[in-house]
């Protein structure tokens, strides 16, 4: 239809140019009303296959871009209707193109506004439908309630495409206080989940599952968080570099462990500890730009130094005795066949 449109108007210009009796503003308005009223018309049966399918029965994504390909269809009718008007006002020779705007175009305003509060529901069931799929302990609570709206607003029995129907405009204004404050107690349940400080592997753990919902109005509060916990990873940094500083000479070893080995897992297992955070960190580099985020940075490149420099000595040290056994078995081994 939007391919068509241009030709359309040309058409109705040459109508308002030529016939007689369509040469009044009134008669010229409407036949624009009818062109409009059909428009509307033809949307309704694009977006519920003639009526066989109800919008919220439909699969969300691909109904979504029937509803914005419905708007550029009136965002088209209204441009090329614009440029015709523009072109003849130029042309001192015809007759200006000028008919009632809000009358031509009034119908399918309202009813695109529709389709975009439509857009704006369907929209918020796409991103609070992966609360139904999360593993968070807890917010079954919150993802029942959403649940629960949602199957309320799809029990309504009107057209949610009847523009006219003004049941909807209520039912949408209740829909958005509802999401505002299923907004509201997830914030509130997210920050109560970290209001009990675990161990820095755990709480980026959980705060990775809170990122992966992906729901948009979390976000700056995700991004507080890692902030929050890059200032406990800066403490936790400091006690690794105080228990290297205390156990470096004699680390603790598990028994029956060789003492080499044993002390170059210890290095490794303190290394882990700042490691693993560290590259979830670096993935979130806008919690990485404060003064105090670089002094941290900064020891835990010196703390990491220090532990991989402290393996590698040992290491080299563990090479040197394995090169002399090598040596004092060839010895023995020869001093044996001697005999």
Known sequence: MIDCIPKLINAIQMIHSISRYCNTSQ???SLFIKVTNQMVTACKNYLTDRGVNRVWDQPRQPLIERLKACLRLNQEYQKCFQRTK???????TMRPFEFSEM?????FDTFCKRLNQIIEVLNALETFSVLSESKIEGIE?????FQHMYSAL???PYDPLDHRKLDFEADFSEFKRHINEIQKHLQMFMSGCFEKIMTIAQSLELLGRFEKLGIPSLKSSIEEQYACLLRHFGKEVEVISKMYQQHCENP???????????RISWARQLMRRIRNPMDIFERHPSCLKTPEAIKIICNFNQVAT???EFEILYHKGWLKQVEIAKTGMYFAICMCLFL
């Open 27 to 29: 008669r010229m308005t």
């Open 86 to 92: 523009r072109r003849i006002a130029e042309d001192p």
């Open 103 to 107: 009358y031509i175009f009034g119908k």
């Open 141 to 145: 609570t919150i993802s029942n309630r």
């Open 154 to 156: 799809k029990k309504k």
């Open 252 to 262: 603790p070893v598990h028994r029956d462990v060789p003492p080499i080995s044993g």
């Open 306 to 308: 220090v532990l991989v």
